[in-house]
């Protein structure tokens, strides 16, 4: 765990997606995610989430929302291409 950590603190990019889409976390997931955005933050990251910042601090907390919060946000709207298949 903690050499895939660094790997991804030394990477030159990193996509997280579907972050907070299984529900809660246990407090180690929680650290490594918190410490993984503060140590990148001058770093290329993306974070991509089905959940809106207000939603994701119910998951997390201000704090991570915080951090997420200092970057570019993207707000896509639209239909949802998985569910038009299953008609």
């Known amino acids: 765990e903690g050499q895939f950590l660094d ?3 030394r990477a030159p990019l990193v996509v997280i997606d579907d972050v907070a889409t299984r529900g809660g976390y ?3 997931q929680y650290d490594n995610f918190y ?3 503060e140590e990148r933050k ?3 990251t993306v974070v991509v989430s089905n959940l809106s ?3 994701l601090g119910k998951v997390f907390d201000e704090r991570i929302v ?3 919060a200092r970057g570019t946000i ?3 709207g639209g239909k ?3 569910l038009e298949g299953k008609k």
């Open 35 to 37: 410490d993984l955005i």
């Open 74 to 76: 993207f707000t896509l």
């Open 7 to 9: 790997y991804l603190m």
């Open 42 to 44: 001058m770093s290329p």
């Open 26 to 28: 246990t407090e180690p």
């Open 53 to 55: 910042l207000p939603d």
């Open 80 to 82: 949802d291409r998985r």
């Open 66 to 68: 915080s951090r997420l």
